[in-house]
């Protein structure tokens, strides 16, 4: 204090203030501020806990509302230790569509579709009549089933959303296929898996022209059964197709399976969903079979 003015310096502190930040408090005023920090500590753990909690059911909201939850995922081992992992769906619920990267660096669930060469797909893949890549009749646009021999027929899942009824046929190209209405309908080409057929399936999977079917790859394949639920099957164990069709009959046949088809395998096996995710051996794909909800 300038005691001839009356006013405070502007360097100078009231005493006071001074005195505060000169030393340490002790004593009962000390107490009161260690229990003041005490109690303010034990107040924030709560309160980050609800934020974690808050943010937590924010990001599941948000996963559930942005991604399909109709589809039940599964995983099974067989005897001869083939990993299975099965996304079972309605097939309304299913739909076709072109992608251009690894299935799992999509925002969907669901698994790869048929064979494809850079960029072309070479295995029918229509929606209502129309393929996916451009126009009816060109070629690697999803109208044809496409291998060494131009007149390959190969075999094909139809859902026929009229009769709501499966079937596997076989053909060259989309025009072939037999529905109740044209602009009802989806298809997915593939081999046949013959699962009715234990005597001549392995001789109608060869004359389809099923790639390296007698070597130890990864493979994919949609099968459905009695109810007309979809069953969309990934290995990453590398296996013959004798022995991956056997397993899935293995571990899968009770559910009263009809048929179904291989679709294309080795490092084109992906699948994704929210409890698992494979990407084959990480390579583009240009097609799959997409969950819708």
Request: net charge negative; aromatic share 10%; glycine share 10%.
């Amino acid at each position: 204090m300038n005691h001839e003015t009356g006013r405070n310096d502007n360097n100078t502190k009231p005493a006071l203030f001074g005195s505060l930040h000169m030393r340490r408090l002790s004593g009962p005023a000390a107490s009161i501020v260690q229990s003041f920090k005490s109690h303010r500590m034990r107040a924030v753990g709560p309160i980050v806990f609800c934020i974690v909690i808050l943010l937590a059911a924010a990001y599941w909201m948000y996963d559930g509302f942005s991604h399909p939850r109709q589809y039940t995922y599964e995983k099974h081992i067989s005897a001869s230790g083939i990993e299975l992992h099965v996304l079972e769906t309605a097939p309304d619920n299913v739909q076709l569509t072109t992608i251009e990267q690894n299935v799992t660096n999509t925002p969907f669930y669901g698994i790869n579709g048929g064979f494809f060469w850079e960029g072309a797909l070479l295995s029918i893949a229509v929606v209502n009549d129309r393929p996916l890549k451009g126009e009816p009749g060109d070629y690697g646009s999803g109208w044809y089933n496409t291998g060494v021999n131009a007149d390959l027929k190969r075999g094909t899942l139809v859902w026929d959303e009229l009769t709501r009824r499966f079937t596997v046929q076989v053909a060259t190209d989309a025009s072939e296929l037999s529905v109740t209405d044209k602009q009802h309908y989806w298809a997915q080409g593939g081999v046949s898996m013959g699962l009715g057929d234990e005597y001549g399936w392995e001789n109608h999977m060869i004359s389809e022209e099923m790639p390296a079917y007698d070597e130890e790859r990864m493979r994919s394949a949609l099968v459905f059964d009695r109810n007309q639920r979809l069953y969309m099957v990934v290995t990453p164990t590398p296996s013959t197709v004798y022995d991956f069709r056997l397993a899935i009959m293995e571990r899968l046949g009770g559910r009263g399976l009809v048929d179904g088809i291989f679709l294309d395998g080795d490092g084109s096996s992906q699948l994704q969903c929210r409890a698992r995710s494979l990407s084959g051996d990480g390579r583009p794909v240009y097609q799959m079979l997409a969950m819708k909800q």
